[in-house]
């Protein structure tokens, strides 16, 4: 591969572009040096490039990218330019969620942020967004944030059909693809002067992908600086259950009666998984503690803690495929084009941007 000699390889993105693959320095080395016909780059090389140190151009560059699948424009970006790594960056994950996995999880974030910013400034400069700080004191709760919200983006009153399809008619980024890993559901990054992002898992049931996108929206909003992170986590569920479920609304549901036949019925009305709807009945006062209790132990003796029944239909993200339709008609793009904006060769960017895989793995509801 032919590179111009004025490409010089961004250390930082040679750090994000490596752990976004999930590798080490030694998985790198091994990989280029198999590209290399067997020659041995050294870990020592590596890690001088990544530090800095080295000059990456011209074919080291191009090896590197052919072994990361990258391009080499991407590789060469200051990573600050497109508000990479900027802004405080909020989960939906488990503890069990080791920090390997996190800093993969990160880079991914990261390169995603990348990848869209690059296709969307294509088109236009800057996108204008609907998101704005709504503070929690004392006196406004969490929920009032999600009544403050759904008023402002004019939610009408009930369940929210399409919540992928709000957040991003709000201005939103909205990504999902696997992140290969059953300990995260979601994480989001609003960096200042940019737009929010939210990074969802492809592996997760549709009711569970609804609540995460909620809960990280609750974040976004609500959580523009560090605090108590089991404080924030606590705020963010309150958010999203009212976001999705308003008590003003539900709580006639939730009167009719909480069995399980009925919350499968609740659960195809409100997209959201039976085990949310026990715990937000709780929440009302609908149901006692022994009754809660009762109705956790039931599901779990009938497996639906692990794969609960009835489907939530998956929700897809529009605003990049529609992206890369405008791309087409306005410039002349094709997808291979379009990809290569992206950084990505063809085949990676229509799995990411351009069709969102399911999955029917079981998964554990003992969130909502």
Same mark, same amino acid.
């Given at each position: 591969?032919?590179?111009?000699?004025?490409?010089?390889?961004?250390?930082?993105?040679?750090?994000?572009?490596?752990?976004?693959?999930?590798?080490?320095?030694?998985?790198l080395?091994?990989?280029?040096?198999k590209?290399?016909?067997?020659?041995?780059?050294?870990?020592?090389?590596?890690?001088?490039?990544?530090?800095?140190?080295?000059?990456?151009? /011209?074919?080291? =560059?191009? !090896?590197?990218?052919? $072994?990361?699948?990258?391009?080499?424009?991407?590789?060469?970006? %200051?990573? #600050? @330019?497109r508000?990479?790594?900027?802004?405080?960056?909020?989960?939906?994950?488990?503890?069990?969620?080791?920090?390997?996995?996190?800093?993969?999880?990160?880079?991914?974030?990261?390169?995603?942020?990348?990848?869209?910013?690059?296709?969307?400034?294509?088109?236009?400069?800057?996108?204008?967004?609907?998101?704005?700080?709504?503070?929690?004191t004392?006196i406004?709760?969490?929920?009032?944030?999600?009544d403050?919200?759904?008023?402002?983006?004019?939610?009408?009153?009930?369940?929210i059909?399409?919540?992928?399809?709000?957040?991003?008619d709000?201005?939103?980024?909205?990504?999902?693809?696997?992140?290969?890993t059953?300990a995260?559901d979601?994480?989001s990054?609003?960096?200042?002067? /940019?737009?929010? =992002?939210? !990074?969802?898992?492809? $592996?997760?049931?549709?009711?569970?992908?609804?609540?995460?996108? %909620?809960? #990280? @929206?609750?974040?976004?909003v609500?959580?523009?600086?560090?605090g108590?992170?089991?404080?924030?986590?606590?705020?963010?569920?309150?958010?999203?259950s009212?976001f999705?479920?308003?008590a003003d609304?539900?709580?006639?549901?939730l009167?009719?009666?909480?069995?399980?036949?009925?919350?499968?019925?609740?659960?195809?009305r409100?997209?959201?998984?039976?085990?949310?709807?026990?715990?937000?009945?709780?929440?009302?006062?609908i149901?006692?503690?022994?009754?809660?209790?009762?109705?956790?132990?039931?599901?779990?003796?009938l497996?639906?803690?692990?794969?609960?029944?009835?489907?939530?239909?998956?929700?897809?993200?529009?605003?990049?495929?529609q992206?890369?339709?405008?791309?087409?008609?306005?410039?002349? =793009?094709?997808?291979?084009?379009? $990809?290569?904006?992206?950084?990505?060769?063809?085949?990676?960017?229509?799995?990411?941007?351009?069709?969102?895989p399911?999955?029917?793995?079981?998964?554990d509801s003992?969130?909502?």
């Amino acid at each position: 591969m032919a590179i111009e000699n004025d490409l010089v390889a961004h250390p930082a993105m040679l750090v994000l572009a490596r752990e976004s693959r999930g590798w080490t320095q030694a998985d790198l080395v091994a990989a280029m040096s198999k590209l290399d016909g067997g020659n041995r780059i050294s870990q020592g090389y590596v890690s001088r490039s990544e530090a800095g140190r080295l000059a990456v151009r /011209g074919d080291r =560059l191009a !090896l590197f990218a052919a $072994a990361l699948h990258y391009t080499p424009k991407m590789l060469c970006s %200051a990573s #600050e @330019l497109r508000g990479v790594g900027v802004g405080l960056i909020h989960h939906r994950k488990r503890a069990s969620l080791g920090m390997t996995d996190l800093r993969r999880v990160h880079a991914v974030l990261a390169c995603t942020r990348w990848q869209v910013d690059a296709l969307t400034e294509a088109l236009h400069p800057r996108c204008d967004h609907r998101f704005r700080p709504v503070e929690v004191t004392d006196i406004d709760s969490p929920q009032d944030a999600a009544d403050t919200v759904r008023e402002e983006w004019g939610v009408a009153s009930g369940p929210i059909k399409d919540l992928v399809g709000l957040l991003e008619d709000a201005g939103a980024l909205v990504v999902v693809r696997d992140l290969q890993t059953a300990a995260l559901d979601a994480v989001s990054q609003w960096p200042p002067q /940019g737009t929010p =992002l939210f !990074l969802l898992n492809s $592996a997760a049931p549709g009711d569970r992908f609804r609540f995460s996108l %909620a809960h #990280e @929206l609750g974040h976004v909003v609500m959580h523009t600086r560090p605090g108590d992170a089991k404080q924030q986590e606590r705020e963010a569920d309150l958010f999203a259950s009212q976001f999705l479920m308003p008590a003003d609304v539900i709580i006639d549901d939730l009167q009719q009666g909480v069995d399980l036949p009925k919350l499968l019925a609740l659960k195809d009305r409100w997209g959201t998984s039976m085990a949310a709807l026990i715990r937000r009945a709780y929440s009302l006062s609908i149901i006692k503690e022994w009754q809660y209790r009762n109705l956790m132990v039931e599901m779990s003796a009938l497996g639906y803690r692990t794969r609960e029944p009835g489907q939530v239909p998956r929700e897809t993200p529009q605003h990049v495929a529609q992206v890369v339709t405008r791309l087409a008609r306005q410039q002349n =793009l094709d997808t291979a084009q379009a $990809a290569n904006l992206a950084g990505l060769d063809p085949e990676e960017f229509h799995e990411i941007y351009l069709c969102v895989p399911s999955s029917d793995a079981p998964w554990d509801s003992a969130h909502p």
